[in-house]
């Protein structure tokens, strides 16, 4: 074991997360919760969430221990917020989609994949949720529930709209275009934004037309740059200075 992964497993990487931080005046205007949380997604999304201890977000947050264990039990329960946060701001990518392609579910689903790929490539660190389920290996977790719970809920809501779109075996494509998006995820951690994972718009469009879905006008390529304010955990946002999907969904 190496003393970097030494340092993580007692979570003790990160500890100085206070000079990478901005805006440090507005951000203590926010309450101490407020401010907990949201150090604690930007800290867990950098450097996962066993690398961070929970002195470290005390400190990037302005307050101590104290103050941190007013408002959470445990640091699982922080983590449980933070998954919970990651799930509510992937849903919002739903909303988006249907303002991009109103009343044109084909449309909507080029468009999440769309969607999806500019997001991993704009983030080397992937999927939130994926990166904890790896993290959280106590059996009976209560994160893993808020994680499979999500997952669940994107693969249904995404068959149904493969259903819409009239794709000929909405279920299969729904899980075919789910494969592609968390294989994308990993190979874009693995070997970076030139490898596999730059081809999961034309492979996922190649996929969606295959199921008999045709192409649509309002859903063609989406412009590069850092992705839109909400993150999915098929692609947490990178994070701001001073920083949180994933749909960091």
Same mark, same amino acid.
């Given at each position: 074991?190496?003393?970097?992964?030494?340092?993580?497993?007692?979570?003790?990487?990160?500890?100085?997360?206070?000079?990478?931080?901005?805006?440090?005046?507005?951000?203590?205007?926010?309450?101490?919760?407020?401010?907990?949380?949201? =150090?604690?997604?930007?800290?867990?999304?950098?450097?996962?969430?066993?690398?961070?201890?929970?002195?470290?977000?005390?400190?990037?947050?302005?307050?101590?221990?104290?103050? %941190?264990? &007013?408002?959470?039990?445990?640091?699982?329960?922080?983590? %449980?917020?933070?998954?919970?946060?990651?799930?509510?701001?992937?849903?919002?990518?739903?909303?988006?989609?249907?303002?991009?392609?109103?009343?044109?579910?084909?449309?909507?689903?080029?468009?999440?994949?769309?969607?999806?790929? *500019?997001?991993?490539? =704009?983030?080397?660190?992937? =999927?939130?949720?994926?990166?904890?389920?790896?993290?959280?290996?106590?059996?009976?977790?209560?994160?893993?529930?808020?994680?499979?719970?999500?997952?669940?809920?994107? *693969?249904?809501?995404?068959?149904? %709209? =493969?259903?819409?779109?009239?794709?000929?075996?909405?279920?299969?494509?729904?899980?075919?275009?789910?494969?592609?998006?968390?294989?994308?995820?990993?190979?874009?951690?693995?070997?970076?934004?030139?490898?596999?994972?730059?081809?999961?718009?034309?492979?996922?469009?190649?996929?969606?037309?295959?199921?008999?879905?045709?192409?649509?006008?309002?859903?063609?390529? &989406?412009?590069?740059?850092?992705?839109?304010?909400?993150?999915?955990?098929?692609?947490?946002?990178?994070? *701001?200075?001073?920083?949180?999907?994933?749909?960091?969904?």
């Amino acid at each position: 074991m190496t003393k970097e992964s030494s340092k993580r497993e007692r979570g003790e990487v990160a500890q100085e997360p206070a000079r990478e931080r901005q805006e440090p005046a507005r951000e203590r205007q926010e309450p101490p919760r407020d401010r907990i949380v949201a =150090c604690a997604q930007d800290l867990f999304h950098r450097h996962g969430i066993r690398g961070v201890g929970v002195e470290a977000i005390a400190e990037a947050a302005g307050t101590n221990k104290m103050t %941190l264990y &007013r408002h959470f039990d445990s640091k699982d329960d922080l983590i %449980l917020e933070y998954l919970n946060r990651k799930g509510r701001m992937a849903d919002e990518l739903w909303a988006e989609i249907e303002a991009l392609s109103p009343g044109d579910p084909a449309g909507q689903l080029h468009g999440f994949v769309h969607e999806a790929a *500019r997001r991993i490539a =704009c983030d080397e660190r992937g =999927c939130d949720l994926a990166n904890a389920t790896v993290e959280l290996t106590e059996a009976g977790h209560p994160g893993l529930k808020v994680i499979e719970d999500f997952k669940v809920r994107q *693969r249904d809501r995404l068959a149904k %709209l =493969c259903e819409a779109a009239h794709a000929s075996q909405p279920g299969l494509l729904a899980d075919a275009i789910v494969l592609l998006i968390e294989g994308a995820q990993v190979s874009r951690q693995s070997v970076g934004a030139e490898g596999p994972s730059a081809s999961l718009v034309s492979a996922g469009e190649a996929v969606i037309v295959a199921f008999g879905v045709a192409p649509s006008v309002t859903a063609g390529p &989406r412009a590069a740059g850092p992705p839109s304010r909400s993150r999915s955990a098929l692609a947490a946002r990178p994070p *701001r200075a001073g920083g949180p999907t994933s749909a960091r969904s």
